[in-house]
């Protein structure tokens, strides 16, 4: 299996442009979660979605930001517009199949709004 | 809420060493998963070793163990043997069972430094 997929793996962009980040789960995994890695608040979880619902997205910043699962081999984090203090690393994982308990990293988008 | 510690926000150890790296956390749950997740230099979070709560036994996997004491609400990781390659942050996350909670709550991390 090729692993949890994100793109893109870098991103460059200006103040109040439209960030979209990408997300393909493992095949078969039910479960897709989105983190969020910064140097002052860590890791936080910004929202998850089981069978392509959201369940919980308490950890969203703002109405900035925005989630979608259309379909179980896809997921989408948009944000906009973007600001200065959205820097950061963006995860996603996914669990599900034979062990749904543990969850699995894609390797990252690294943001950064000038 | 559940809320997990990393004490130690950086180890060292010497090649071919060992080095135990602590977690502790807080919970009501009698029943949920620890992890030990590794972010090497790329950022990549690579699962390391995992336990679940209702195992006595410690888990192990290779050079990694933990030593998972329930009463204490600790989960410290051993590295044996210590490579080069282990030097990375480590994070200790836990996580219910409970749908509607199944997110990770991961400690501030464990930056571990390994020297030749």
């Known amino acids: 299996d090729a692993g949890v997929i994100q793109s893109p793996r870098h991103e460059v962009t200006e103040m109040g442009q439209e960030v979209t980040l990408r997300c393909k789960p493992i095949s078969g995994h039910d479960y897709l979660f989105w983190y969020r890695q910064t140097m002052m608040r860590g890791l936080e979880l910004l929202i998850y979605f089981n069978n392509n619902v959201p369940i919980d997205d308490s950890g969203m910043p703002e109405d900035r930001f925005s989630a979608k699962m259309p379909n179980a081999s896809f997921s989408t984090l948009k944000i906009q517009p973007s600001e200065p203090r959205d820097s950061a690393v963006y995860f996603c994982?996914?669990?599900?199949?034979?062990?749904?308990?543990?969850?699995?990293f894609g390797p990252g988008t690294r943001l950064l709004v000038l | 809420a559940q809320t997990v510690t990393q004490s130690q926000p950086e180890m060292s150890v010497q090649e071919a060493e060992t080095v135990t790296l602590s977690c502790t956390y807080d919970t009501s749950e009698s029943d949920y998963y620890l992890f030990w997740y590794k972010q090497p230099p790329s950022r990549q979070m690579i699962l390391v070793i995992r336990?679940?709560?209702?195992?006595?036994q410690n888990a192990t996997e290779n050079r990694f163990s933990v030593n998972f004491q329930k009463a204490a609400k600790s989960f410290s990781l051993k590295i044996s043997d210590s490579q080069l390659g282990d030097a990375a942050m480590y994070f200790c996350a836990y996580r219910s069972p409970y749908y509607n909670t199944d997110k990770l709550i991961f400690g501030t991390g464990t930056r571990l430094q390994v020297f030749p």
């Open positions: 994982a996914s669990s599900g199949d034979r062990d749904q308990e543990t969850q699995y």
């Open positions: 336990q679940e709560a209702y195992k006595q």
